[in-house]
């Protein structure tokens, strides 16, 4: 059964960096291209980044490029989101989910249940 498993998250002061990490099982995760979301409260949810199955193309939403780095460890079956330079605008629940292709699509087959990320003095 695929699951995706967020971790990482938490309460940052403004400036402060996390690392969140989704661990895959019961797929190879190294077929597809992973992305990290993100939903604050009352908003709509929003792709933050995404990377193909090599690790070998990225791509990052405006808002956090420069600040955030996605990657990924296919022989541990786990992609990770560093985050830098927080905001408390990167307050939300973020989210991975794996493509259905390789590349990124924007098509996805499945999500994690999502880890807090607070940003606050």
């Known amino acids: 059964q695929l699951q995706l498993v967020e971790s990482g998250g938490g309460l940052v002061q403004p400036g402060g960096s996390l690392r969140l990490s989704c661990a895959a099982s019961g797929f190879t995760l190294n077929y597809y291209a992973m992305a990290w979301f993100r939903q604050a409260p009352g908003k709509e949810r929003e792709g933050v980044s995404c990377i193909t199955n090599t690790g070998g193309s990225t791509n990052y939403a405006d808002s956090v490029k420069g600040r955030f780095n996605i990657s990924r460890d296919n022989a541990k079956n786990t992609v990770y989101l560093q985050m830098n330079s927080l905001k408390p605008e990167d307050t939300a629940v973020y989210y991975c989910?794996?493509?259905?292709?390789?590349?990124?699509?924007?098509?996805?087959?499945?999500w994690g249940q999502g880890t807090q990320v607070t940003v606050s003095s």
């Open positions: 989910a794996v493509d259905q292709y390789y590349y990124c699509s924007g098509r996805f087959r499945s």
